[in-house]
């Protein structure tokens, strides 16, 4: 996304004509020096530094198109979306030609999830200037979470197009191929993501794996991304070990336990202990390609992780009860794809009262207190309480006889074991979960019930109430 604070983010001319009170000597000498500053604290991540910078050169140009701009991008990095959408309105006010503009003012929308007005924005800069390669880039994020695959990959294409050195473009592009069900293609693209500037590199001696024969040797596998991609895509280790390898995983310390268990893994290291001697090693979510799966061809899907045998989570019946159901609701991170995910815990009150479920929380984290704030104890037994890594969630997973959760690890977890899963997606789905249809590509237990539109949960939770056989709400 066109989001560089500097100088270059708007046409040169436009800051000419964005100042309605001219700046001379000294003054304009100190004006630029200090947005330089500013745009320094922005470009370092001192999003607080930048944005007070910001505001205080407001004060002398109230009407400079690039302050409103830049201090839109840093409010929008610091999740304060509608004061973002705000002022990128007033720096396209004060250049209503320049094609940054529209595609920034588009970019902070759909960060708001106005994907209908941000996609209007970002035509209308690619309008302005048919050669405008980040409006294509910025377009086609917006037509991908509007599940507008087609257009977004086109878009995609013209992006690199005009820009093959566009890193950021060939991982977004990729992506779009996976959420398409073009898995074989998408995976291989997917491994441009590897250079882009913040991609984790392995700090190891020992030469990474190309895919080639790997009997008789050992190799770790290590975490690249989240918690929810070391459950989902551990499954390939199997494969190496098929193939005669020495299977050792390097994973976060909450996975460790719940790892150790699983019978095609030899050694489980958590981060920060002593690695072992390996030969090879290759990132968890890089297996799907480098395995080279033929996707094409009916593939099995079992079970292929399971609580430890041993374990205090001990979860209670009742007579009347049909159905123990856990349920979770809140993404951890507070960053804006977190909150998207998240479900409001009063909507799994909704749920509450039925004698014939009994309903146990799985949540963790600091939204565990919001059974307590909703006056919910007797209704949803906390769980997550108890929970401190993922083998004991597991077990208190193995058994339910439901879960029903947001796109979170939990989630991941209840579906490779074989739990019957329900997940909570937002309108603009992960592509970890492809695009398209209630069944999960990697789970023959999981389905998907998805937002028709941006923030409807209400959709969401009537079809859960039909499936759960609960009569409508009045």
């Known amino acids: 996304m066109n989001d560089t604070p500097s100088l270059h983010t708007l046409r040169p001319q436009s800051l000419a004509s964005s100042a309605p009170t001219p700046l001379f000597g000294n003054e304009a000498d100190t004006f630029a020096q200090q947005l330089r500053l500013a745009a320094q604290a922005h470009r370092a991540g001192r999003l607080d530094e930048a944005i007070a910078s910001y505001l205080k050169l407001l004060a002398v140009r109230p009407h400079h198109a690039e302050l409103h701009n830049n201090l839109g991008v840093a409010l929008r990095l610091a999740g304060k979306l509608d004061a973002s959408v705000s002022h990128h309105r007033l720096a396209l006010a004060a250049d209503p030609g320049n094609p940054a503009l529209h595609s920034n003012l588009g970019n902070a929308l759909r960060a708001a999830s106005c994907l209908g007005e941000a996609v209007k924005h970002h035509f209308q800069s690619i309008s302005l200037d048919r050669d405008y390669g980040e409006g294509f880039f910025n377009l086609a994020l917006c037509l991908r979470d509007l599940g507008r695959l087609d257009e977004a990959i086109g878009c995609f294409g013209r992006a690199l197009t005009l820009n093959s050195d566009n890193?950021?473009?060939?991982?977004?592009?990729?992506?779009?191929?996976?959420?398409?069900?073009?898995?074989?293609?998408?995976?291989?693209?997917?491994?441009?993501?590897?250079?882009?500037?913040?991609?984790?590199?392995?700090?190891?001696?020992?030469?990474?794996?190309?895919?080639?024969?790997?009997?008789?040797?050992?190799?770790?596998?290590?975490?690249?991304?989240?918690?929810?991609?070391?459950?989902?895509?551990?499954?390939?280790?199997?494969?190496?070990?098929?193939?005669?390898?020495?299977?050792?995983?390097?994973?976060?310390?909450?996975?460790?336990?719940?790892?150790?268990?699983?019978?095609?893994?030899?050694?489980?290291?958590?981060?920060?202990?002593?690695?072992?001697?390996?030969?090879?090693?290759?990132?968890?979510?890089?297996?799907?390609?480098?395995?080279?799966i033929d996707f094409d061809a009916p593939i099995s899907h079992p079970p292929y992780l399971k609580p430890p045998t041993d374990s205090r989570i001990k979860l209670g019946r009742t007579d009347q009860a049909r159905l123990r159901v856990g349920v979770y609701w809140a993404a951890t991170s507070g960053r804006s794809s977190g909150l998207r995910r998240s479900v409001p815990f009063q909507r799994f009150m909704e749920l509450a009262g039925d004698p014939e479920l009994l309903m146990f929380s799985l949540q963790g984290g600091v939204h565990q207190k919001d059974i307590q704030q909703f006056g919910a104890g007797g209704l949803v037994h906390d769980v997550g309480r108890g929970i401190f890594d993922f083998a004991e969630a597991a077990t208190a997973l193995a058994q339910l006889d439901l879960l029903i959760s947001i796109d979170a690890p939990i989630a991941h977890l209840a579906a490779a074991m074989g739990v019957r899963t329900w997940v909570l997606s937002p309108s603009t789905v992960d592509w970890r979960w492809l695009l398209g249809g209630e069944a999960a590509p990697w789970y023959p237990s999981a389905r998907l019930f998805r937002q028709p539109g941006p923030g409807d949960w209400d959709a969401v939770f009537a079809a859960a109430r039909r499936e759960l056989h609960l009569p409508k709400q009045a």
């Open 167 to 292: 890193r950021r473009a060939r991982v977004e592009l990729a992506i779009a191929l996976l959420m398409r069900g073009e898995l074989a293609q998408g995976f291989a693209a997917y491994e441009a993501r590897k250079r882009l500037p913040e991609a984790p590199a392995p700090d190891f001696t020992q030469p990474p794996w190309d895919g080639g024969p790997i009997g008789g040797k050992r190799i770790l596998l290590y975490p690249e991304q989240g918690l929810g991609d070391v459950l989902l895509f551990v499954r390939f280790a199997r494969e190496l070990k098929r193939r005669g390898a020495t299977v050792l995983v390097l994973c976060q310390a909450l996975l460790k336990d719940l790892l150790a268990a699983a019978d095609f893994i030899d050694q489980v290291v958590a981060e920060g202990e002593p690695l072992p001697p390996f030969d090879l090693h290759a990132s968890l979510v890089s297996l799907p390609h480098l395995c080279r």
